[in-house]
């Protein structure tokens, strides 16, 4: 079906003015394009309205508008007989697609809010009877919160701003306004119901993630997948506030530990592993942050081939190469490589394996690294308040970066004196108070304070309010004896014999292939 409007329109290229564009030229691709994906919304044929989306859309923009926009919705309309919601979803996709080929100037920021206010208010208080595909779903909400932090990063860069610029920023104070942003994605969950869907699909009393989300009685599933989406989308725009706890809350009624709608989509499984793996090494749950990675990253290590024709195949790697970075901090803050598979620990020592060595030194070089990796993996803070116009302009775009690293290095910096303490209690098993002050050159009362700092850093609150220790080595003391708990990883031999089969498999078939005389 793709195949029908992907060819190039040679013909009609050369039509185009001189100057490049022109808003009201439509390609005849384009016009087939726009009437089919009509009819198969229209239709709910979600099989094809994918099809369309994530190829032929992708295949117009790199054959058509490579550096260019799609023709404008006033261009287009009249071919889907002036459809209000089509005409929205159109316009949802023209400002993506100008996002990710060009920069979009302060106006065209400003109308694109404008239309996901427009387009949420009809999902949210009109009537939609569509079925659309869990990938348009998703992108809508990631491009929606992508498009709020391009707006504060944009609006925080004050210093070369034009007049005109001002001007717009001034009379538009309330685009893109971070209340109006949490509000529309916090109204989706609460009007799809979605949490109290996940809790009765526990029940066996509703069908959700067995149907993907999806529909399957002549329903619409927009709203609801939006306010799953929104779950996610909460979790990002709190990270990106730098309020940790708030998003993983947020993110609470998903079990992530299973498959859920959230995995039927790379995107929307990347995001939401990045960023709930970021939230719990920035609370200090590294055991947490360290088994959600190793799990996306063995994942990513399988699946990846088949998303090399994907559109965010890119953004798959470059999330891929951040997520290890992460684990490097992770495992180099709280040793516990138990819990990473093998396959992603040998990928983890060729990037940064001499890394992390020199990490454990905590001198001026390693905390050099650790604002290194921090820097590179991090998400883009932002800081979500307008300028005070009336003071002289400054760029303020890096002030929530610095202070989340500023935090960051602070942790890193308390745990200096810890890793002399835990080289010391791998040693011994019982070792007296006034032995081990000695041997650190510390008295006994600044020791009892660094033990309670040791207790204090290698534990941390869950999600459910618990209190779980991150430490691979353990203590208590009694009458001034200090008695370690080490923790004997579970020998796993699953692995072993998993990766032994497949070697006998690959020798019985080359022994197959040998030609005997």
């Not at 009007?191 to 109290?196: A, D, L, N, R």
């Not at 040793?335 to 990490?359: D, I």
């Not at 019982?430 to 009362?445: F, N, R």
Request: charged fraction near 25%; charge should be negative.
């Amino acid at each position: 079906m793709a195949s029908s409007y992907d060819h190039d329109d040679v013909q009609s290229q050369s039509q185009v003015d001189p100057q490049g564009y022109d808003p009201n030229f439509v390609p005849d691709s384009v016009k087939t394009f726009v009437v089919h994906l009509y009819r198969h919304i229209r239709e709910k044929n979600v099989y094809e309205i994918h099809q369309m989306y994530e190829s032929s859309f992708q295949t117009l923009s790199d054959r058509l508008f490579k550096d260019t926009p799609w023709p404008s919705v006033d261009a287009v309309a009249h071919y889907v007989d002036n459809d209000h919601v089509f005409c929205l979803l159109y316009r949802e996709m023209w400002y993506r697609h100008l996002y990710a080929r060009l920069s979009p100037t302060a106006k065209q920021r400003i109308d694109s809010w404008d239309n996901y206010c427009s387009l949420f208010q009809v999902v949210l208080h009109g009537v939609v009877n569509m079925q659309l595909p869990n990938q348009w779903l998703w992108d809508m909400v990631d491009e929606f919160v992508y498009q709020f932090q391009s707006f504060c990063q944009y609006r925080a860069k004050m210093k070369n701003k034009t007049e005109q610029e001002i001007a717009l920023l001034r009379q538009y104070d309330q685009a893109w306004n971070v209340y109006g942003v949490l509000n529309f994605l916090q109204a989706l969950v609460e009007k799809s119901m979605i949490i109290q869907i996940l809790e009765q699909e526990k029940e066996g009393l509703e069908q959700f993630t067995s149907t993907d989300g999806y529909d399957y009685d002549g329903g619409s599933n927009v709203l609801k997948v939006l306010g799953y989406f929104s779950m996610v989308g909460l979790l990002r725009v709190h990270c990106l506030l730098g309020d940790y706890h708030t998003g993983l809350k947020c993110l609470l009624p998903i079990d992530i530990s299973q498959s859920g709608v959230y995995t039927s989509v790379i995107g929307s499984h990347i995001t939401t592993i990045y960023h709930f793996g970021f939230a719990n090494l920035m609370l200090r749950r590294y055991v947490e942050a360290i088994r959600e990675f190793n799990k996306i990253l063995l994942y990513i290590y399988k699946t990846k081939q088949f998303h090399q024709k994907s559109p965010q195949y890119e953004q798959i790697l470059k999330k891929n190469e951040q997520m290890y970075a992460l684990l490097a901090i992770c495992l180099s803050l709280c040793p516990q490589e138990q819990l990473v598979e093998e396959t992603v620990q040998s990928q983890l020592k060729e990037k940064y394996g001499e890394k992390m060595n020199r990490m454990q030194r905590y001198d001026d070089e390693a905390f050099a690294l650790y604002d290194e990796l921090f820097s590179y993996a991090c998400p883009k803070f932002i800081t979500p308040s307008a300028p005070v116009y009336e003071e002289p302009l400054v760029n303020y775009n890096q002030d929530a970066y610095r202070l989340q690293l500023k935090l960051f290095l602070y942790e890193v910096k308390q745990q200096q004196l810890l890793s002399g303490v835990r080289t010391f209690l791998k040693v011994y098993s019982t070792i007296s108070l006034g032995k081990l002050a000695m041997y650190m050159e510390v008295d006994e009362p600044t020791l009892r304070t660094i033990l309670m700092t040791y207790k204090h850093k290698t534990h941390a609150v869950d999600s459910d309010g618990k209190i779980g220790s991150n430490a691979d080595v353990d203590f208590y003391i009694d009458d001034d004896m200090i008695h370690v708990v080490e923790s004997k990883p579970a020998k796993r031999y699953g692995d072993y014999f998993m990766r032994q089969v497949v070697k006998l498999e690959g020798l019985m078939n080359e022994m197959d292939r040998v030609k005997l005389d």
